[in-house]
Nanobody, 127 residues
Framework: QVQLVESGGGLVQVGDSLRLSCAAS????????MGWFRQAPGKERELVAA????????VYADSVKGRSTISRDNAKNTVYLQMNSLKPEDTAVYYC????????????????????WGQGTQVTVSS
């Protein structure tokens, strides 16, 4: 069982930056990947960014590419999402997710690959 604790959300202004953190805890932790997804009111949950746990591979949504960076600290079982130049359309609940070694892993950007989810953290970008 993997538990995920997210932090770093909040209310920011257009153009501001924000860093989200997600710490995974488990008796023994191993994963194919960790990722950040978001869901705005009335919309489906979508990928923001994801990173392989043991390989230098990342993927980003087109909407955040160039202004967001996902990174990980394997020693801390933690993944980060740095978001810059925030826009009102970035407003959503952001979820951290893990594709564990027991998942049916189909790829970084495939939402069904992720079998553990955090509770979500609200990010609101005000204009």
């Amino acid at each position: 069982q993997v538990q995920l604790v997210e932090s770093g959300g909040g209310l920011v202004q257009v153009g501001d930056s924000l860093r989200l953190s997600c710490a995974a805890s488990a008796r023994t932790f191993s994963a194919y990947a960790m990722g950040w997804f978001r869901q705005a009111p009335g919309k489906e949950r979508e990928l923001v960014a994801a990173i392989r746990w043991s390989a230098p591979s990342t993927v980003y949504a087109d909407s955040v590419k160039g202004r967001s960076t996902i990174s990980r600290d394997n020693a801390k079982n933690t993944v980060y999402l740095q978001m810059n130049s925030l826009k009102p359309e970035d407003t959503a609940v952001y979820y951290c997710a893990v594709a564990s070694q027991t998942s049916r892993y189909l790829g970084l950007s495939v939402i069904s690959s992720y079998d553990y989810w955090g509770q979500g953290t609200q990010v609101t970008v005000s204009s």
